[in-house]
């Protein structure tokens, strides 16, 4: 194995290696995806704890997803310059720092501060994950650790809210960055022992303006969607931060285009299978994302649930997502073979369709020799062109005096 760091990622061909990568990239993408909706269960009790307004409680919770969307791309970027080792170690250092210092904060500051330290440092380690992935398996195995991968991005939202509920109810919410702490130590010892480094070598500048561009478009949407509810969709700032998103993204998208090396080459949204995924990944995460935010405060202010039962109550919802997930990639595979036997013709062959054009062939000729012409068997040869143009052009010039042959 190179060891090279600038040298790109090699493939492990170690399956006991391959298994220990994979946990310890799906621990720290856990760490992260736990913190996202961690604090629903302890809305209550953050109100309590600072004198804050239901809004600046949101804001607890939303500046670490804000932060982390808007430092996505640019960081994963930066992670395939860099080394993706070295970046997911520095994010796991910076994620498990503000961890730390938002169970111990003591104002709401502090709290807004640590948490939008903590989406910088999930920004460097979520890319880097997957990354990591995609660097060291094989193309054979390289689908199931992806689906691995999505199922604790899905699922590990729901198992993280289930261990914070518990450690609220058991002890306080200041408990809940325990969990991530704890994560992030294991990751990074992980992450020494079994993970390489890899990276891409550019001859391209880093895209500045793209990155600025994409940030500010991710945080004037946020902002819309965030203060709508609260000051009013048609209040000048709800609009000021709807039109500064939707004009950031347009120049985003315009500024893409004419690069040669883009942050996010959006030309590959034309696939339909990457346009479609996208769309569904959209879809699901962010009805996930709404289901947490309407039913927890309904379950425990209106139900009087407590933090531990409301999260029972989404169990389910998790546990099938993971399942389904290991699911899905025998699934598709059965689906593309079933699709290319039903439309692979029997025996092997091509059918000939329509008129019988090819070759050279007179249209006069009966549609027995067409077939055969289509099929290679006339000329000796079967599956050769060659023979089959030069013995029907001879016999059309032969038999058609207006016939002129055509030059190879």
């Not at 195995?141 to 509920?165: D, F, Q």
Request: aromatic content about 8%; proline content about 6%.
């Amino acid at each position: 194995m190179s060891t090279n760091p600038g040298a790109p990622g090699p493939t492990i061909h170690d399956p006991r290696q391959r298994r220990t990568i994979l946990a310890g990239v799906c621990i720290a993408l856990m760490a992260v995806i736990a913190s996202v909706s961690g604090l629903n269960v302890a809305q209550s009790e953050l109100t309590v704890a600072f004198d804050a307004s239901q809004t600046e409680v949101l804001w607890f919770i939303n500046i670490y997803t804000l932060s982390l969307a808007a430092l996505l791309l640019p960081l994963g970027a930066m992670g395939d310059r860099w080394g993706r080792r070295p970046v997911l170690l520095a994010g796991l250092v910076v994620f498990g720092a503000a961890s730390a210092a938002a169970g111990l904060a003591t104002s709401s500051g502090i709290m807004l501060a640590a948490r939008f330290l903590s989406g910088v440092g999930a920004a460097m380690i979520m890319p880097a994950t997957l990354a990591v992935i995609t660097s060291t398996f094989p193309d054979e195995e390289r689908s199931k650790a992806i689906g691995v991968w999505t199922g604790v991005a899905g699922g590990g939202g729901i198992l993280g809210m289930y261990l914070s509920a518990v450690l609220v109810d058991l002890a306080s919410w200041r408990w809940l960055f325990v969990l991530p702490v704890v994560l992030v130590v294991v990751a990074i010892v992980m992450a020494l022992r079994s993970v390489p480094n890899s990276r891409e070598a550019s001859g391209h500048g880093f895209d500045a303006i793209g990155s600025v561009s994409s940030a500010v478009a991710v945080v004037g949407l946020v902002f819309f969607l965030h203060e709508g509810p609260e000051r009013g969709w048609t209040a000048p700032a709800t609009l000021l931060g709807l039109v500064v998103g939707l004009v950031a993204a347009v120049g985003f998208v315009a500024w893409e285009l004419r690069r040669q090396a883009p942050l996010l080459d959006v030309r590959l949204f034309r696939e339909r299978g990457l346009a479609s995924g996208s769309v569904s990944l959209l879809t699901v995460f962010g009805v996930q994302a709404g289901i947490f935010v309407v039913l927890f405060p309904y379950f425990q202010a209106v139900l009087g649930w407590s933090g531990l039962r409301s999260t029972l109550a989404l169990m389910p919802m998790a546990l099938l997502m993971m399942f389904a997930s290991g699911l899905a990639p025998q699934v598709a595979a059965r689906r593309s073979a079933g699709r290319r036997r039903r439309h692979r013709p029997r025996g092997g062959r091509q059918r000939p369709r329509g008129r019988c054009r090819d070759a050279g062939a007179d249209p006069g000729r009966p549609r027995v020799f067409c077939r055969r012409v289509a099929a290679g068997h006339v000329g000796g040869r079967s599956g050769h062109g060659g023979p089959v143009r030069v013995r029907s052009r001879a016999r059309s010039a032969a038999t058609n005096p207006g016939f002129r042959q055509r030059q190879p």
